[in-house]
């Protein structure tokens, strides 16, 4: 059975068989847009800063401080923080040091699946240029050219105060209204795509992970 | 015991180079021919039952890959290193997976980073770790890991690796230009 030919308005879903291309739907993301009203808009962000879900999607070693995070010590929940296991559920995406090419296509899928509004943070020196991977022939060194990042943190592997304290921030910033990083995976889906499918070579999923 | 057993493997087996590193490992090396026979003879009759792992290294300059056969024995607590030498070209090895069912697992991992055929070997074509990997085998020391990671994945401007050492001396005398005399 012969899809439609590609047109910009739909995906093209080349990674699937012909009888897969029926069960996932096709049509291309949409940005999210602001309220009109600027303080109504203003009021959704205090209420999204305020109500973080952390996806626990361990990736490398700095993901190891994410766990005491939780716990009595660091205690995230006091600043509204919790985790989730699924990602429809989540809305921040913590990216937890070295992404090797097989994890960047589970943190994509994932990613896609998160419901807006949504967020990531790096953490580490992997994402952000590599770290001490940077020559690595299987982890990638710029997790920006594959999915839209709001927030680094520098450290290797940076402490769980470090943590804390980028989580207030992104709680700053989600505020201010500055962290428009879905929006901006979406504008520029087509390039984003193209970046992922350069390194992810056996594209076996829909183009969007609706 | 363990002596006894070595001069059998010599007299029936023909293995060379017996190594004892104490006070649990013994290694020694057999030929490619007579490995998978040796390894069985060594589980059904003296007491290694148990596989602790398939290892390889690369021995570019010889031309060879040397595959390491980890077994334990759970009475003696004794570990035997079976060393089997193979060529690198058209790598190929006899497969074990009838002896020990994880050693498919271990086989499948050494055809992706060694390319090294274990022909009969279950589901050894499936991708283990590297999905869609399209280069040469990432283990192999001819395999240029730098230049591939640059290549596919990019590096990004301004960063920089520091020498800790150098780096330090800087930090430390920055007066002398580094110079700590
Ligand atoms: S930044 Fe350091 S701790 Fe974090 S993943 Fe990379 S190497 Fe590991």
């Known amino acids: ?210 | 015991m363990m002596s006894e057993l070595l001069d059998r493997l010599v007299r029936d087996f023909g293995v060379t180079d017996i190594t004892e590193r104490p006070p649990a490992i013994t290694t020694l090396k057999v030929s490619k021919e007579n490995g998978e026979r040796l390894i069985r003879e060594l589980r059904d009759r003296e007491g290694f039952t148990h596989l602790n792992f398939i290892a390889c290294t690369d021995w570019i300059e010889d031309g060879i890959f040397r595959l390491i056969y980890m077994l334990h024995n759970y009475d003696s607590k004794q570990n035997l290193g079976v060393h089997i030498d193979i060529k690198r070209d058209h790598a190929e090895m006899t497969s074990i997976h009838t002896l020990w069912a994880q050693a498919w697992t271990y086989q499948r991992e050494l055809r992706e980073m060694y390319g090294i055929h274990f022909p009969g070997s279950p589901r050894l074509e499936e991708d283990f770790c590297l999905e869609g990997w399209d280069a040469m085998p990432p283990m192999r020391r001819d395999f240029d890991t730098a230049k591939y990671s640059a290549e596919r994945f990019g590096h990004r401007e301004g960063r920089v690796s520091l020498v800790p050492r150098d780096h330090m001396k800087v930090q430390l005398y920055p007066n002398r230009g580094g110079d700590e005399s």
């Open chain 1, 1 to 210: 059975m012969k899809k439609t030919p590609s047109t910009l308005s739909t995906l093209e879903n080349a990674g699937l068989s012909a009888e897969d291309q029926l069960l996932f739907s096709n049509a291309r993301p949409r940005p999210y847009e602001p309220y009109p009203i600027k303080a109504i808009e203003d009021f959704a962000n205090w209420a999204r800063a305020n109500s973080l879900w952390i996806l626990a999607f361990g990736t490398g070693c700095c993901s190891i401080e994410l766990r005491p995070l939780m716990t009595a010590r660091f205690d995230a929940s006091r600043f509204g923080v919790a985790g989730r296991p699924t990602p429809r559920q989540s809305s921040v995406f913590i990216i937890g040091g070295y992404v090797s090419v097989k994890t960047l296509k589970r943190i994509v899928r994932s990613y896609e699946q998160m419901q807006g509004p949504k967020f990531i943070i790096a953490l580490g020196s992997c994402p952000a240029n590599g770290g001490m991977y940077f020559d690595s022939y299987n982890t990638i060194n710029q997790f920006d050219l594959y999915l839209p990042v709001d927030l680094y943190v520098t450290g290797c592997m940076p402490r769980p105060e470090a943590l804390l304290g980028a989580i207030l921030e992104l709680q700053d910033d989600i505020k201010a209204g500055k962290c428009d990083g879905a929006n901006r995976y979406i504008e520029h889906f087509d390039e984003y795509k193209a970046n992922q499918k350069k390194v992810i070579k056996d594209w076996n999923m829909p183009d969007y992970n609706w």
